[in-house]
């Protein structure tokens, strides 16, 4: 038990030395990644789409 409390304690410790974003970093932040995450989706959709009518034309033959 007295591992665990100490092990939150250092925790908290170092919690308190990290560098937090504030909110228009943090705003930024998340819009960029939000950016990526649908360009990649859209990448990925296309590549389907692509894979998907090459298959058709394969197969139909």
Known sequence: MVKM?????EVRQELAKVAWPNFNEFIGSTIVVLIIIAAFA???GAIDFGLRLLSEF???Q
């Open 5 to 9: 409390i100490s092990f939150f304690k």
């Open 42 to 44: 859209v990448y990925l």
């Open 58 to 60: 394969i197969y139909a």
